[in-house]
């Protein structure tokens, strides 16, 4: 069993900041589970309970189809070098879609990441650590350039038709919007 603790520490924090990769699990009450990874520079830090990523386009968007009916979402996220840690942060998150209110308020945060759709604000509300002994240790040689080049390509209004055609119903046939 892992240590839990009710917020990040100054060590944890550096430690996701360090991160290449995570992962993001969401789940309604029923249906398919959703387990995503995340990666580029997409992950912010605001505090020891609250984190926010830039969601970018994909080939589903499962994850905001899943918090628009139950916003509960859990990270991971995995030492892959240096000392063996699985860190996951459980907690509740809100959708902040493309160019809303709020997307206008933490988008600065981030680098300008083509094919970005959304924001996502995770309040946490318990941190477990557990030991990453059993996970590879795997050298980062760098981030794929397709999703962006793609995304790019696409431009702001092929990127919006994209999310209409491919990005409103999820796996178990719910259905969410962009607006």
């Given amino acids: 069993m892992?240590?839990?603790?009710?917020?990040?520490?100054?060590?944890?924090?550096?430690?996701?900041?360090?991160q290449k990769l995570f992962f993001v699990a969401t789940a309604m009450e029923e249906g398919s589970v959703n387990?995503?990874?995340?990666?580029?520079?997409?992950?912010?830090?605001?505090d020891e309970n609250r984190v926010i990523w830039l969601n970018l386009t994909g080939s589903g968007n499962e994850t905001a189809v899943h918090l628009?009916?139950?916003n509960r979402i859990t990270l991971m996220f995995c030492a892959f070098?240096?000392?063996?840690?699985?860190?996951?942060?459980y907690g509740k998150a809100e959708i902040y879609p493309y160019k809303s209110e709020p997307w206008?308020?933490?988008?600065?945060?981030?680098?300008?990441?083509?094919?970005?759709?959304q924001l996502v604000d995770v309040q946490v509300e318990k941190v477990q650590i557990?030991?990453?002994?059993?996970?590879?240790?795997?050298?980062?040689?760098?981030?794929?350039?397709e999703l962006v080049d793609?995304?790019?390509?696409?431009?702001?209004?092929?990127?919006k038709k994209y999310w209409q055609k491919k990005n409103t119903t999820s796996l178990d046939g719910h259905t969410t919007s962009f607006e």
Wanted: proline content about 6%; aromatic content about 6%.
């Fill in 35 to 46: 387990l995503s990874p995340k990666g580029l520079d997409s992950l912010r830090v605001i």
């Fill in 81 to 89: 070098e240096g000392d063996p840690i699985i860190l996951r942060l």
């Fill in 104 to 117: 206008k308020e933490y988008i600065d945060m981030f680098p300008n990441i083509a094919g970005g759709r």
């Fill in 2 to 18: 892992g240590r839990q603790l009710k917020g990040l520490t100054p060590h944890l924090i550096d430690f996701i900041n360090q």
């Fill in 68 to 70: 628009a009916h139950k």
């Fill in 150 to 159: 793609w995304a790019e390509n696409q431009g702001e209004t092929g990127l």
């Fill in 130 to 145: 557990s030991c990453g002994m059993g996970v590879p240790i795997m050298e980062f040689k760098g981030h794929r350039k």
